[in-house]
């Protein structure tokens, strides 16, 4: 310190504005590395579930500290903490196989209690709501009763029977007069234990396996309005929407009784379109 | 400079008080960082679930739970306000720490001590140079970063990385290929930079040292004025720079290394024949007359045996 005392100020400035800046520039190429391998490294595999009440990815890996301790209070030895260099998720967070052990969907969730850091969501009390992923019959030319045999087996162990997994009677086509009895999982019920796909009686891997719902759920098609369902509001505004192509002979509301090729409804307008084809004779052109 | 500077490290010291009593801060702090490690593996060896969890998050007797304060700063930084029990446990571990010298955490718990110090041996045996030294900033600079990246990735960043929880919770709950973060650290120790990771990079040991700061323990160079410059000390401190400022102090000078890089590993007490240092507290203001000033011995020197 006394050595740097007796140097001139301005030397001492431009050490320190060198050190800064070279320490600046190591961190940020540094921090750089490292928030790329973080990227890599957070990827999760489908395969991989997380335990129940898990929050969101992204959370997660802000929140679990990977103590291990929901892994330790499992009285199933259900989670295990991921190793580095095999196919799971971030080193030692905790996640399980189905195929391997399911969740047995503890009535008291220990291993939420045991979360220290809220990783595993306190909010989850009653494990039926628990998200974990979901069911979904992936290989349909192999699942036993989706060929007409009368398996079940991943019906009956569900622990949400008849809610999560019904058993949909459809006519079987091949024999002419059998029913095939279709596992059909229902996301709302569904928890994402993994105790089907565990059960699945196929050698090797399952016919019907839990995904994370990111990838086994499509979104809602919204532009189509479901006619059939109760309540509807927006059910009782289709109707007035036009539902013949205007033309000769059609009782066309723009031109009442015949076809006036520049009255054709502004496409933009409500309710308007434009014709994907053209009709014969008339004239009309492709836009 | 004397003669006996060119003896071995210790040398002098397991002559004047054998061998035991010259190591006896060397195998507690090896019998503590032993038990450590135990305390975490007698619940998955022997099914005594006494502590639970590892490192970074446990849970003690049911009752106490313990975190990692420096995790839970980085899941904070990441967005996540956590749980009471969690907040707790930083909590507890924070205090204990700032009491009792957050370096502790370096020479008596962390698994990576070993490793490095048995690197630093190899690097010894090999009479190898130092080669890189970064400046004693880094590892907050190295700290900051993983703040930084904590925030910007929204993850607890070091946690992907950090060969501590690698090598503990590996032996723990299953290593996979974490040894290779175990092996880089150790590697990198013996043939890029003589005490390089906790010596320099660590932002583990760099959050721990922020930590303890203030804390209460502390090791004093009550007897300054016996030194007779054999430089074992020096030689043996994997922070040799925090020990000249008090045995080198001038009257009046407190004897106290108050530095927060000083680890509490006790080895200087092991290796002084002159039975200079000894733990005390910061209080502590027991008169240490300084040494009476030699010409031609500057600190250098002895760093340069040392280095
Ligand atoms: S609910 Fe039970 S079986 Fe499922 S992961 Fe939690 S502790 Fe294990
Ligand atoms: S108990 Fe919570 S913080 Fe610990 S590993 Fe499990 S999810 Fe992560
Ligand atoms: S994962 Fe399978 S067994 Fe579990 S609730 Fe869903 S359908 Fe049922
Ligand atoms: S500097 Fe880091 S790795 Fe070294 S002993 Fe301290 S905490 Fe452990």
Redesign the pocket.
């Known amino acids: 310190m006394s050595a740097a005392k007796s140097k001139p100020k301005s030397m001492d400035r431009r050490r320190f504005l060198q050190d800064a800046a070279r320490g600046a520039t190591g961190c940020a190429v540094a921090g750089i590395a490292l928030s790329q391998f973080i990227s890599d490294a957070r990827a999760l595999p489908a395969q991989a579930i997380r335990p129940p009440g898990a929050l969101d990815e992204n959370d997660f890996l802000a929140a679990c500290i990977r103590c291990g301790l929901c892994v330790r209070d499992c009285p199933y030895d259900t989670l295990k903490l991921a190793e580095l260099g095999y196919d799971g998720p971030a080193t030692g967070t905790p996640f399980f196989t189905?195929r391997d052990v399911?969740c047995e969907?503890c009535e008291d969730i220990p291993c939420v209690v045991a979360c220290p850091t809220g990783a595993l969501d306190k909010g989850l009390t009653n494990i039926d709501d628990a998200d974990m992923?979901?069911?979904v019959l992936i290989d349909q030319e192999r699942c036993l009763n989706a060929l007409g045999l009368r398996c079940d087996v991943?019906y009956r162990?569900?622990?949400?029977?008849d809610e999560?997994?019904s058993l949909e009677r459809r006519h079987n086509e091949r024999s002419g007069h059998h029913a095939i009895f279709m596992p059909v999982?229902h996301s709302d019920?569904?928890?994402?234990?993994?105790?089907?796909?565990k059960s699945c009686v196929l050698p090797g891997e399952a016919a019907?396996k839990?995904l994370p719902r990111r990838l086994a759920m499509a979104e809602a098609a919204d532009h189509y309005k479901l006619g059939w369902e109760e309540n509807n509001p927006l059910v009782d505004d289709l109707i007035d929407l036009p539902d013949r192509l205007p033309g000769p002979g059609t009782d066309n509301l723009v031109a009442p009784g015949g076809y006036a090729p520049d009255a054709l409804p502004d496409p933009n307008m409500d309710g308007g379109f434009t014709p994907s084809f053209n009709l014969p004779g008339t004239g009309a052109t492709k836009p | 400079m004397t003669d006996k500077t060119k003896l071995a490290v210790g040398q002098e010291a397991i002559e004047t008080f054998g061998w035991l009593r010259a190591h006896r801060f060397l195998l507690l702090r090896r019998a503590s960082q032993a038990f450590f490690l135990v305390l975490f593996l007698l619940g998955p060896w022997f099914g005594i679930w006494w502590v639970k969890g590892n490192l970074s998050g446990s849970l003690t007797f049911n009752i106490l739970p313990l975190t990692d304060p420096f995790i839970a700063l980085q899941g904070l930084m990441a967005g996540h306000w956590p749980e009471l029990t969690a907040l707790i446990g930083a909590i507890i571990v924070g205090a204990v720490y700032a009491l009792i010298g957050g370096r502790v955490y370096c020479s008596w718990v962390c698994p990576i001590n070993p490793v490095t110090d048995g690197a630093h041996w190899v690097h010894d045996k090999l009479g190898l140079q130092k080669g890189w030294q970064p400046k004693r900033t880094t590892r907050f600079w190295v700290m900051g970063m993983v703040l930084v990246a904590s925030v910007a990735t929204g993850t607890i960043a070091w946690e992907f990385v950090n060969p501590i929880s690698m090598l503990h919770r590996g032996l723990i709950f299953g290593m996979g290929f974490a040894w290779t973060f175990v092996i880089a650290v150790f590697l990198f120790d013996v043939f890029v930079s003589r005490r390089g990771w906790c010596g320099h990079l660590c932002p583990v040991g760099a959050f721990y040292g922020l930590l303890g700061s203030k804390s209460v323990v502390r090791i004093s160079a009550v007897e300054r004025a016996a030194c007779d410059d054999c430089m074992d000390c020096f030689a043996v401190c994997p922070e040799m720079q925090v020990i000249t400022p008090a045995l080198r102090g001038k009257e009046g000078d407190t004897p106290l290394i108050l530095s927060p890089d000083c680890t509490n590993c006790g080895r200087c007490i092991d290796v002084c024949a002159m039975d200079v240092f000894k733990f005390t507290t910061r209080f502590d203001d027991t008169h240490a007359p300084a040494r009476e000033q030699r010409k031609r011995t500057q600190p250098a020197t002895g760093a340069s045996k040392a280095a």
């Open positions: 189905a399911p969907m992923g979901l069911a991943c162990v569900c622990p949400v029977i999560a997994i999982v019920k569904c928890t994402g234990c993994g105790k089907c796909e019907i839990v």
